[in-house]
């Protein structure tokens, strides 16, 4: 079952991880004219990560495109298969260093694994990050490779996702933060014993805050 994560244990994997995407965005901008932000999911509370068991925690990383190249077509087959590989490839590059297995192409995050050096096995942290750009309506839309039957790239928009962070932020301030983390957890729990594996943590996070603002809306 998950529960949240002491803060004071996540901070030095977050303070790594910020370097180490800081670095990316740089790369994407400078190389590329790719520009980019990185967010935490659920980075309005410090305190949101959650961990399943004894097994080791992960954190959830979002990279927000919010300008393309110039002349760019991102929904193009060929260019989002260019644009996942070029982020994975040079997020790759930079952990070389690190202890890292190169960052698996999954179908809707790159994941990077650090295991144990005297046991190749044991995975001791790891880190997802989730490629994501907003369509004409204002909605976040996440880029999937899909790998079933054939090969294909979309964008998948995510449903109510818009201005998410606003109605984070105001139900933070009037005291209504403690009923997200504990939605949340829920959330987390209930697709985990449904064997759910179609609702990664920004997807939960969205869930969580509109469910409890739309508590909040009728209080």
């Not at 790594?16 to 995407?21: E, P």
């Not at 309005?44 to 961990?51: E, N």
Request: with cysteine; aromatic share 16%.
């Amino acid at each position: 079952m998950y529960k949240l994560v002491d803060p004071k244990i996540v901070k030095p994997y977050k303070i790594f991880c910020s370097d180490t995407l800081n670095r990316l965005k740089n790369v994407l901008y400078n190389d590329y004219d790719i520009e980019c932000k990185f967010r935490l999911i659920g980075s309005g509370s410090k305190d949101i990560i959650t961990q399943n068991a004894n097994e080791p925690f992960d954190l959830d990383y979002n990279l927000y495109i919010t300008r393309f190249p110039q002349n760019f077509d991102p929904n193009t087959t060929e260019k989002m298969k260019w644009l996942k590989d070029t982020i994975r490839i040079e997020l790759n590059n930079l952990l070389g260093d690190e202890g890292f297995r190169d960052a698996q192409d999954s179908t809707s995050v790159l994941t990077a694994r650090r295991f144990l050096n005297k046991d190749p096995h044991k995975k001791v942290f790891s880190f997802d990050v989730a490629i994501l750009a907003k369509n004409t309506t204002g909605e976040y839309c996440r880029l999937i490779h899909e790998k079933t039957f054939f090969e294909r790239f979309y964008w998948n928009q995510i449903p109510s996702s818009h201005n998410v962070y606003d109605k984070a932020d105001e139900l933070k301030q009037y005291g209504w933060w403690e009923d997200v983390q504990d939605k949340y957890v829920e959330l987390k729990n209930l697709y985990l014993q449904r064997r759910d594996y179609n609702h990664p943590s920004f997807i939960v996070f969205v869930e969580a805050v509109n469910q409890v603002y739309q508590e909040f809306e009728n209080y």
